[in-house]
């Protein structure tokens, strides 16, 4: 039986944009596992009530719900050990958890100066009040003024991918020879980006374009054939 | 017979300040391997000029020589596998990398900005022509230039902590439980810093201030030890 998965959406059913439903959906994806990701909008908190908390991704795998991509990676590796494993040991679990604070505290805000009046021009009509006053609250300006700039901000974003650059210049993914958790935590980001807005952020030679472009094709090309702007 | 290190020291023997000598001090530590770590100043090439090259870390294992920290980690777990491995599997590997690519891309450029001048201050004087000189020329700059503005330089170096300090603050080591390769790259920032520059780079209360106190303290205190000013 499929796993269902709550998957943040906007106005359209398939514009798919959470960069932590992009987590688990690549983490099913890398294992194998039948998905039916169902559209959610941020206003419909009844919907995911079950669950005890009012974000997604929350999937349900048989009689069991997990909250939170990271607790999910751990539950899809812990539940089906026999196929491939995201993370197979506690230090690749713990040094991957360095990528993903990364991806949360560095890469995230950056994209987010870049894309947030775009994420709110996609949303479902019943959900962009909810977004601006949260988000405005949360930055202390208008989503207007937050993103002002937009060539400065870009030129920040393609700065603070200098370590991951680094890297992927000189191996073909995160994980190394195959892409594995900590590739999916970081290109989570640029599918929430693709997703909503048509700002290109990397220039097209970029070592991390074209790693991205590698992921876009994976597992007979699912995340590039979701629906978005052109990478 | 102990493996024979060339270390970069200072003006005293014992004032040993290269982040990348102390990965491999670090390394060698954990694998419970005799280190013999020669004094060696950056004027002082013919001394290691058998290894090919000029810079150190440089080891002479038995009859092998190897350079270049990341391919002395890879040594030592090759030769002896049955000592404390760095890295376990190849993702462990790969993923290091990106810790790895941050802390020289981001890390160490953000405390040379506060500490290249107490570098200089601190080395022996037939190096300290040749310092300024190809660091003034690298950064186009003097070195007093350079590092002006203290309070701000120690401010951003915080704030590119961010990523590490919300790891630390879930888990006692990157690499999780214990330490291992990852951290000793980080490590290797700080003891830099430690041993040539009195300035507080972390507050006492910082989850990196603790989690370097565990490695200051762990093989025996061996990294504490060492010539520095106080952590």
Redesign the interface.
Known sequence: MAITLYDLAGAEDDRRFSPFCWRVRMALAHKGLAVDARPWRFTEKDAIAFSGQSKVPVIVDGGKTVFDSWAIAEHLDAAYPEKPLL?????????????M??T???LHPAIFRIVALDIHDHLHEKDKAYFRKTREERFGTTLEAFVAGRDEKLAALRQCL???R??LS??P?????AP?Y?DYVVFGAFQWARAISPARLLAEDDPVAVWRRRLLDAFGGMAGAARGYPA
């Not at 993914?173 to 020879?177: A, D, P, S, T, V």
Request: proline content about 6%; hydrophobic content about 45%; some cysteine.
């Open positions: 993370m197979a040991t506690p230090r690749e679990r713990a040094v991957t958890k360095f990528v604070a990364w949360d505290t560095v200098t370590p991951l680094t890297l000189g191996q993914f995160l994980c190394g020879e594995a900590a």
